[in-house]
């Protein structure tokens, strides 16, 4: 019997024509983040400008996607229906070695082993799991 | 108001489309030129006001549009006035600054437009486009993530969260309105509650409820001559650091620790002058780092802080006699007026039962996002 359940459907992605590139290079498994060409910082999520400085001059880095867990929970209980069948799943934000953060899921192990200041890693193309892209597992 | 000025302007110029940018985007560019026009540098707005983004960003939108500029103001507001928005937008910038609350006030508007899109298109602001696809929606996994780390930076346990809502249940029975009235709960009921996000259970979250609050505000003149005691604000403090919590500054000192600084030195008082703390708490973590960041005790003690104090109206300070909204459920954006509203009725002398004995000040935290929107009062009985 198909009914409600079956038909609650992962809220489509959404980006802009300034935002694209980065999701482009995620669906290949890489992972930019902005780089301010006038004061130098990083940032994730990417905008219009620095966060910073103001300046309007970015550009895009690649960088490896190593990083430390700065907090974790495990979902129990989703805060979107379209998630039910997927817990108990990790949500964690992660703190990449060049210093921004963003938040992802860490995969590859029990939700409940994550804890915070853990060393994980992004999701490579061979590690492939479904989901969406730009997500980590412990290294 | 002959004091306040503009010394900044700018402006987009209109274009029948703008496809592809988003109203965040807009608003960036016409904030760096506005800003560069009155040769000031970005660190030096400490006031935001925003107008209203349907189908864009529903809520919270002064700190989402705070935390894309990289702001961090003292004081940040929405209009919502129509064509009047603009020229209200500078009387309240000058009202603010006058108050002391700020002193350089960036005033933003734009609207991105693009005929060929949905008329209503859907969300897309950054929480949207970069949080949600990791089935991280609501409030619930936020604050979790802020209780996660400080019980690992500070050993933190989940016993100390829990007996949150078993203190506030317990002072809700003096309140018959509370919709827990008459039904206490022990330790072991909330550990036995469902797991939400880990580490907070269920009953160390809000029930959403209906309900509303209101409040009448006049000078202190004015009110000298009406029915009831004066209360009077002696103090306030606001402070806006985020909206995503990846952007958070920090996720265990939050910028209520600032807000509150501010109230308490418009008051010129400390934590130690309290009669009353009237904490806004949708989840149990609020309290520790309310307390914390109020100055009650050093950073990392909250935890073992609210398992040690009595929360009741026979402690040497008071939290929520009314039962907070852990306990009272919570009626939308009007949970957070009920801790106004108990403050007062309580300077006041008239909250009965639950009166608090020789209550005299009380400070107030409202709280919004996750340790986002942060604000303060210090209310006192009678004038200073
Ligand atoms: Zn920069």
């Known amino acids: 019997m198909s009914g409600e359940h079956d038909e609650v459907r992962v809220p489509q992605r959404v980006s802009t024509p300034l935002t694209a590139p980065y999701w482009e290079a995620a669906e290949k498994g890489n992972l930019l983040v902005q780089v301010c060409i006038d004061c130098g910082r990083l940032q994730l999520y990417p905008g219009a400008v620095c966060r910073g400085c103001w300046s309007e001059h970015l550009r895009w880095r690649s960088v490896e996607g190593s990083g430390t867990v700065w907090t974790t929970t495990v979902a129990e209980v989703p805060g979107h229906p379209a998630w039910r069948d997927a817990v108990p799943y990790c949500i964690a934000i992660v703190e990449l070695d060049e210093g921004p953060r963003l938040l992802t899921n860490i995969v590859g192990c029990d939700p409940y082993a994550v804890g915070v200041r853990q060393r994980v890693r992004l999701v490579r193309a061979g590690d492939h799991e479904p989901g969406p892209p730009l997500r980590f597992m412990p290294c | 108001m002959s004091g306040t000025a503009i010394v900044g302007i700018a402006e987009l110029p209109p274009r029948r489309s703008t496809p592809g940018t988003t109203t965040l985007e807009l608003l960036a560019k016409v904030?760096?030129?506005?800003?560069?026009?009155?040769?000031?540098?970005?660190?030096?707005?400490?006031?935001?006001?925003?107008?209203?983004?349907?189908?864009?960003?529903?809520?919270?939108?002064?700190?989402?549009?705070?935390?894309?500029?990289?702001?961090?103001?003292?004081?940040?507001?929405?209009?919502?006035?129509?064509?009047?928005?603009?020229?209200?937008?500078?009387?309240?910038?000058?009202?603010?600054?006058?108050?002391?609350?700020?002193?350089?006030v960036l005033c933003l508007l734009a609207n991105s437009r693009d005929p060929a899109a949905p008329r209503r298109s859907p969300n897309r602001n950054p929480i949207r486009e970069f949080d949600v696809p990791y089935g991280a929606s609501g409030?619930?996994?936020?604050?979790?993530?802020?209780?996660?780390?400080?019980?690992?930076?500070?050993?933190?346990?989940?016993?100390?969260?829990?007996?949150?809502?078993?203190?506030?249940r317990e002072n809700a029975q003096l309140n018959p309105d509370a919709v827990f009235h008459g039904r206490t709960i022990t330790l072991e009921d909330v550990r036995r509650s469902p797991m939400v996000m880990a580490p907070l259970h269920q009953l160390e979250m809000v029930m959403p409820c209906g309900g509303g609050a209101a409040l009448v505000?006049?000078?202190?003149?004015?009110?000298?001559?009406?029915?009831?005691?004066?209360?009077?604000?002696?103090?306030?403090?606001?402070?806006v650091t985020h909206r995503a919590l990846s952007q958070a500054p920090s996720l265990t000192t939050s910028p209520l620790a600032a807000a509150i600084d501010q109230a308490y030195r418009q008051a010129a008082i400390g934590p130690n002058d309290l009669d009353l703390l009237a904490a806004y708490d949708c989840y149990s973590i609020l309290l520790p780092i309310t307390v914390e960041d109020a100055g009650l005790c050093d950073k990392g003690e909250g935890g073992p802080w609210v398992a040690e104090h009595d929360f009741s109206i026979a402690s040497r300070l008071p939290i929520n006699p009314h039962g907070g909204q852990l306990a009272c459920g919570q009626a939308d954006l009007s949970g957070g007026m009920g801790h106004v509203v108990e403050a007062v009725r309580q300077l006041r002398g008239a909250a009965g039962a639950r009166q608090v004995p020789n209550a005299e000040l009380a400070l107030v935290t409202g709280n919004g996002a996750t340790f986002s929107e942060e604000v303060a009062l210090v209310l006192a009985a009678g004038e200073r």
Request: proline share 5%.
């Open chain 2, 139 to 168: 409030a619930n996994q936020a604050y979790a993530m802020v209780a996660q780390r400080h019980m690992a930076d500070f050993g933190t346990t989940t016993e100390q969260l829990m007996c949150v809502p078993v203190k506030e």
């Open chain 2, 31 to 104: 904030a760096v030129a506005a800003v560069a026009d009155a040769g000031l540098d970005h660190l030096q707005i400490d006031g935001l006001v925003c107008g209203p983004q349907v189908g864009e960003t529903p809520q919270h939108v002064p700190a989402t549009v705070a935390e894309y500029l990289g702001l961090r103001p003292r004081y940040a507001g929405m209009v919502d006035l129509g064509g009047a928005t603009a020229a209200a937008m500078v009387w309240r910038a000058g009202a603010a600054i006058a108050a002391g609350m700020c002193t350089t």
């Open chain 2, 217 to 239: 505000v006049t000078s202190a003149e004015r009110a000298r001559d009406l029915a009831h005691p004066l209360v009077a604000m002696l103090g306030a403090g606001e402070a």
